[in-house]
């Protein structure tokens, strides 16, 4: 990937800032259809009709516009998910929430799961390089999940329990691609949900 070469960036004003949404929007979308794989300035500036010098006016390089697409790709998952789950009676337990949420995930856009789980997987192929993909995954999936925790629990239990969450779906998920495996990771589902509700029951 190209790196910013020292071009003049944004300054942030309102009409720069309109601008650069809407070429992230582009990108983005591009994302979703065409995955990772040889993603440069000059694919993403083409899939936005542009050149590589207007986005980095706009963006810190490659990498900088490459974590903003992917981090409005995570805000579709999430959304989704949340949406299916505000649907749900308010006084829903917690396992309740995630078994509506999950089918969320399973059955999202090819595209947009594909791009998430590349992402994931650069982030552990170059650590040093793309870090801030699986960093930010964290940041962004973390507090809705504590959300979605007993509001009398502890700030400390909630994090533990968001953490296991966190950590179990992405295992389910990357099982599925790998091994395909869906009565498999359906068993392991329910056997997260029990002990959810295990921890729902606890004192």
């Known amino acids: 990937m190209e790196t910013n070469a020292g071009y003049r960036r944004s300054t942030g004003s309102p009409r720069g800032e309109a601008r650069r949404l809407e070429l992230l929007a582009v990108v983005t979308d ?9 993603f440069s300035l000059r694919r993403a500036a083409r899939a936005a009709g542009t050149t590589h010098k207007v986005l980095l006016y706009h963006f810190d390089g490659a990498e900088d516009l490459l ?3 992917v981090a409005k790709l995570r805000e579709r998952r999430i959304e989704n998910a949340m949406a299916a789950v505000a649907e749900g009676p308010a006084e829903a337990s917690l396992a309740d929430r995630i078994r509506v949420a999950w089918p969320m995930l399973t059955g999202e856009e090819p595209g947009l ?18 870090r801030e993909l699986g960093r930010h995954a964290s940041e962004q999936y973390l507090p809705i999940l504590v959300a979605l925790c ?14 296991m969450i966190l950590s179990a779906l992405r295992g389910f998920l990357l099982e599925r691609l790998i091994s395909g495996d869906e009565e498999g990771v ?9 002990a959810l ?5 606890a004192i």
């Open 30 to 38: 591009d994302l979703a259809v065409n995955g990772l794989v040889d």
């Open 150 to 163: 007993p509001p009398q629990w502890s700030e400390r239990r909630k994090q533990g329990v968001a953490e």
């Open 113 to 130: 799961a594909r791009v998430l789980d590349q992402a994931m997987g650069l982030a552990m192929y170059d650590p040093d390089r793309y």
């Open 197 to 201: 509700e295990r921890e729902e029951a």
């Open 186 to 194: 359906a068993a392991g589902f329910e056997a997260l949900l029990r």
């Open 67 to 69: 974590r903003q697409a």
